[in-house]
């Protein structure tokens, strides 16, 4: 076994690699950027070396600064974990010029499955179903035209390179076909500097299943069984589980097999997943979709079904040890289910979010796993990808795996950082995925019931409500304490709703970007409490601190509204109050009378704000230009995502208060636009200024 690893990544994967390190007694170095100075897998690794700035190109991305650092700690082998330079083969080049072991396959098989019409061509060679189409390299729009015609519609197009969903389009019509493959060119070409597609089958609720397999340099290869990842959006996986509900003993073993035939065609070495696609009526039926040559996200789920680490698995090939176990030795254990929570907002179309981690409390106890990166005080940037940490869960059976990973995941609390839990939560409580009906088009199908806020809300059976969060925002100003003792009028309470004596304590609050609420609290001479939330009914209230659960944990709040008690968390700022309870979390805000009102912001004229914290990569407007409703001002970038905010308005340009580069908060004021109708009356305001200029008698001129 090696003496030193570097790991070549960061977040939760970087912190799990470090562990595994840690047991197998093996010293471990961390990489990071400025962004990442204080972040915690730097603190749990024996040894971190700067790469430079936050940037991924300037850092993470930066193969000679990687290969530098590991020569400057002595490491023998790198640890790509997954993402940044894990599918890279001029990295695994670079790490053999530079003597250091890659932990991963060679650098021929990385190239050789990274491309999708080489991998079909050489996996339908050994025999293993792919999904009918046509993948020959170089075609045309006319030879896809034609392709599509013999297999029969609907069709998918897809990019030759790449993933994750990009340049990816499924024509049902046609007609449709030529500007689908118009726009997924340009799409591929921007993503991955290679606009090559190919066309096949589209497989009607399909369902996404893959196999994790491991193969040593000796030539042997295993299997580990199957995982279910249906439950997607926008290709993006959710949740996954293993076993899959959809596969029977025989098929089990078949597409296993598949799976190894694939790593054995390709020369494969180390831990890989072959990705395939089923058709949900035709469960015998499988279609090779994919290989992945690294470490999966969800690998988690059949580490805790098989009592498998992965990780050292791959280091002990990586160092040239043959595989400890056979096939006949892998016997998958009960279920297992994983949750990825990520800094985003469902509510605002799944937007990337940020902010510092001000409270933090992760879920532990029998049969839960967290693999995390966060730390209490640490700060989510929009540097680099969503995803926070994995919650995940085993029990005997698959009821029990889903229960047990719903109750961890209520007892999951993140405030200062808007994450995806609570609709984590919703989804897994859907009928379809407790029946296990699931396909990868479920999420997208019942998105607004799994999203909504209001009464058509897919909700958690008792979640809390956005009413029982700005109850807990007013008895919390009201008695003016927080868990760090007595303060002074957070929000500069004013005094108003007066229904006679005593007075309500009122606020206008909003949540981020959401609609403006009012909050009243009414304390009476013999301490009893009221509150209402708008014109909604007076409660009777009341609000008292608990002890903190744990050392280092802020105590909580135990809210109780008629009768009816919840322990919240609480976390005051300058500009915001985070409470939190059962996974849910809301940030909310007093907003005082400004600009004429506390209309939302979008409805100050041609107000443009950015939808999420960010970096601002393309400014397209200067301060003069005529733009229409939907023209592109200013376009953000976070955490791999951008997004174009454009003119509401038509009108004129008055300013625009970024430049490329620039860092901006979320609702951040970007640009301005002077609404037609305001111009029009300047513009005719000073005509007739002009006018009587010119029509007045002039000043007599005396000598």
């Not at 994790?212 to 295993?222: C, K, M, P, R, S």
């Not at 020369?267 to 890989?272: I, L, R």
């Not at 892998?330 to 940020?354: K, N, S």
């Amino acid at each position: 076994m090696f003496h030193t690893v570097l790991v070549a990544n960061r977040g939760e994967i970087a912190v799990r690699v470090i562990r595994t390190l840690r047991e197998l007694g093996v010293r471990s170095v961390a990489v990071y950027s400025d962004a990442d100075a204080q972040a915690r897998h730097v603190a749990e690794a024996d040894v971190a070396v700067r790469l430079g700035p936050a940037r991924a190109l300037d850092s993470y991305l930066n193969i000679e600064r990687v290969i530098a650092a590991a020569a400057a700690t002595g490491a023998e082998a790198i640890h790509p974990g997954y993402g940044f330079l894990a599918e890279n083969p001029a990295f695994a080049r670079a790490c053999a010029a530079a003597g250091v072991v890659f932990v991963g396959p060679s650098p021929t098989v990385v190239d050789l499955m990274g491309n999708k019409i080489a991998a079909k061509r050489t996996v339908a060679a050994a025999g293993v179903p792919v999904v009918p189409g046509r993948v020959e390299p170089g075609m045309s729009d006319d030879d896809l035209v034609e392709a599509s015609t013999e297999i029969g519609y609907p069709v998918l197009v897809k990019p030759a390179a790449g993933g994750g969903g990009k340049g990816m389009r499924l024509v049902r019509d046609p007609a449709d076909l030529p500007e689908a493959l118009r726009s997924a060119r340009r799409e591929a070409a921007a993503s991955f500097g290679d606009d090559t597609l190919f066309v096949e089958r589209f497989v009607d609720t399909p369902r996404h299943i893959e196999v994790q397999i491991l193969a040593d340099t000796h030539g042997n290869v295993i299997h580990l069984g199957e995982r279910e990842c249906s439950l997607q959006r926008r290709h993006q996986k959710i949740v996954e589980e293993a076993p899959s509900v959809l596969l029977d003993a025989a098929t089990r073993a078949r597409i296993g097999g598949a799976a190894v035939d694939v790593a054995a065609a390709v020369g494969y070495v180390g831990a890989g997943t072959v990705e395939f696609v089923v058709g949900t009526d035709r469960p015998d039926e499988f279609f090779f979709m994919e290989m992945n040559t690294r470490l999966q996200v969800e690998h988690p789920v059949t580490e805790l079904v098989t009592g498998v680490d992965l990780v050292a698995e791959q280091l002990r090939v990586a160092a040239g040890e043959p595989l400890r176990r056979t096939q006949e030795d892998i016997r998958l254990t009960g279920h297992a289910v994983e949750a990825r929570v990520y800094a985003e907002d469902p509510a605002r179309g799944f937007l990337p979010t940020g902010g510092d981690v001000l409270v933090l409390r992760e879920p532990a106890g029998q049969g839960v796993r967290v693999d995390s990166g966060l730390a209490a005080g640490s700060q989510v940037a929009a540097t680099y990808d969503p995803m926070l940490a994995k919650v995940v869960a085993w029990a005997p059976d698959r009821a029990g795996a889903l229960a047990r990973l719903d109750t961890a995941l209520a007892g999951t609390t993140l405030l200062g950082v808007t994450t995806n839990i609570g609709f984590l939560r919703r989804l897994l409580a859907h009928p379809d995925t407790r029946a296990g009906r699931l396909d990868t088009g479920l999420v997208e199908r019942h998105l607004d019931a799994l999203t909504a806020t209001g009464p058509d809300a897919a909700a958690v059976g008792g979640e809390p409500t956005a009413e029982d969060a700005l109850a807990v925002f007013g008895l919390v100003g009201e008695s003016r304490l927080v868990p760090t003792g007595p303060i002074v009028d957070p929000w500069d309470v004013p005094s108003g709703w007066r229904l006679g004596e005593p007075a309500w304590s009122r606020w206008s609050v909003s949540g981020a970007g959401g609609p403006v609420r009012q909050v009243g609290v009414l304390r009476t001479a013999d301490g009893a409490t009221t509150v209402r939330v708008d014109d909604g009914p007076a409660r009777a209230g009341d609000l008292r601190w608990l002890p903190a659960a744990a050392p280092g944990q802020p105590p909580e709040a135990l809210v109780t509204v008629d009768g009816r008690a919840r322990r919240w968390q609480v976390a005051v700022t300058d500009d915001a109050v985070w409470v939190g309870a059962d996974g849910f979390a809301w940030s909310l805000a007093e907003r005082r009378a400004e600009r004429g009102g506390d209309a939302a912001a979008g409805d100050h004229g041609g107000e443009a704000r950015s939808p999420m914290p960010g970096i601002v990569v393309d400014v397209r407007a200067t301060a003069g230009d005529a733009v229409e409703p939907g023209a592109p001002l200013v376009v953000v970038e976070a955490m791999k995502m951008e997004h174009t905010v454009v003119a509401t308005v038509a009108g004129q340009v008055k300013d625009v208060l970024v430049r490329v580069g620039d860092s901006v908060a979320l609702d951040a004021l970007l640009a301005v636009v002077e609404p037609a109708a305001v111009v029009e009356q300047a513009t005719a305001a000073g005509s007739d200024t002009a006018a009587g200029s010119a029509t007045a008698p002039e000043p007599a001129h005396r000598p």
